[in-house]
T-cell receptor, first 115, second 115 residues
Framework: AQKITQTQPGMFVQEKEAVTLDCTYD???????LFWYKQPSSGEMIFLIY??????QNATEGRYSLNFQKARKSANLVISASQLGDSAMYFC????????????FGAGTRLTVKP | DVKVTQSSRYLVKRTGEKVFLECVQD?????MFWYRQDPGLGLRLIYF???????EKGDIPEGYSVSREKKERFSLILESASTNQTSMYLC??????????????FGEGSRLTVL
């Protein structure tokens, strides 16, 4: 069974600095997708970034980048130039390629950006 | 604008009551999901459905059932609510065509309190 681990319950970062949110995963399927979602205090889940297991390059979306280390089974989210609006819960998730229907999530990391 | 709509943002029910949580999506997605979100546990998959009248158990199906009579609608049913089912419930959908790369689109959540 697939498993997602986020070891940082909470993180603090100074505004305008970069921060890395950790995510490790476990799967025996060679084909899988990794996702990061943001959940602000309002509660909606916002898709941020996707990385496929066969992608050669790390995914980037604006200030978000995914540090994908396949051998270590890690998919850390890097947020550059943090903004106050980045304060939220962040969830790492994985979907296995052999079963494209379900997605599993980690426990989440609460990021607080300090002014 | 694509949309997943959950019928109630907040519900308060009594122990033993039957509870229906409704979810409707307008994106013609094949896959629909129900998650439960609790602090420190992240999102846990209760049930998902990949087609009308089809359902698959997730990680925590006990105490829940689901119904998918129409493609756009996926209902979560608590046959006899208990206090340990007090939680935030999130519905999501995704396109089967997107396969493992497909992101989930989430509703705004339903916060259920069982007294």
């Amino acid at each position: 069974a697939q498993k997602i681990t986020q070891t940082q319950p909470g993180m603090f970062v100074q505004e305008k600095e970069a921060v890395t949110l950790d995510c490790t995963y476990d799967t025996s399927d060679p084909s899988y997708g990794l996702f990061w979602y943001k959940q602000p205090s309002s509660g909606e889940m916002i898709f941020l970034i996707y990385q496929g297991s066969y992608d050669q390059q790390n995914a980037t979306e604006g200030r978000y980048s995914l540090n994908f280390q396949k051998a270590r089974k890690s998919a850390n989210l890097v947020i550059s130039a943090s903004q106050l609006g980045d304060s939220a819960m962040y969830f790492c998730a994985m979907r296995e390629g052999g079963n494209n229907n379900d997605m599993r999530f980690g426990a989440g990391t609460r990021l607080t950006v300090k002014p | 604008d694509v949309k997943v709509t959950q019928s109630s943002r907040y519900l308060v029910k009594r122990t033993g009551e039957k509870v229906f949580l409704e979810c409707v999506q307008d994106m013609d997605h094949e896959n629909m999901f129900w998650y439960r979100q609790d602090p420190g546990l992240g999102l846990r998959l209760i049930y998902f459905s990949y087609d009308v009248k089809m359902k698959e158990k997730g990680d925590i199906p006990e105490g829940y059932s689901v119904s998918r009579e129409k493609k756009e609608r996926f209902s979560l049913i608590l046959e006899s609510a208990s206090t340990n089912q007090t939680s935030m419930y999130l519905c999501a959908s995704s396109s089967r065509l997107a396969g493992a790369t497909g992101e989930l689109f989430f509703g705004e959540g339903s916060r259920l309190t069982v007294l």
